[in-house]
Nanobody, 127 residues
């Protein structure tokens, strides 16, 4: 059974950094693309970044370009979201999820194409 667990959230000041972790069990990262998503209070869940089964990243959100990066450690079966220069508007619950359906190794648009959602980790940017 595919399972994803997020960790690493917390409270950070504007301009600070955090690294989120998404640890997978029940499957190999080579076989699935993993996406990071976020949901701010009162807003819809949105895609942030994705890393394919081949290790290639795809950016879903213009607002994080140049500030957030995605990477993975296959030995630890973990995907990371490095967040730098954090802003107030980055405050949200951050989730990771695995591609479902066909071509599971590829990153694609659309929340409906992802499943096995983790429980989320809260990131709060506040002074």
């Amino acid at each position: 059974q595919l399972r994803l667990v997020e960790s690493g959230g917390g409270l950070v000041q504007p301009g600070g950094s955090l690294r989120l972790s998404c640890t997978a069990s029940g499957f190999n990262l080579d076989d699935y693309a993993i996406g990071w998503f976020r949901q701010a209070p009162g807003k819809e869940r949105e895609g942030v970044l994705c890393i394919s089964g081949f290790g290639r990243s795809t950016n879903y959100a213009d607002s994080v370009k140049g500030r957030f990066t995605i990477s993975r450690d296959k030995a630890k079966n973990t995907v990371y979201l490095q967040m730098n220069s954090l802003k107030f508007e980055d405050t949200a619950i951050y989730y990771c999820a695995a591609r479902t359906g066909v071509i599971q190794r590829m990153c694609v648009e659309g929340l409906a194409r992802f499943g096995s959602w983790g429980q989320g980790t809260q990131v709060t940017v506040s002074s």
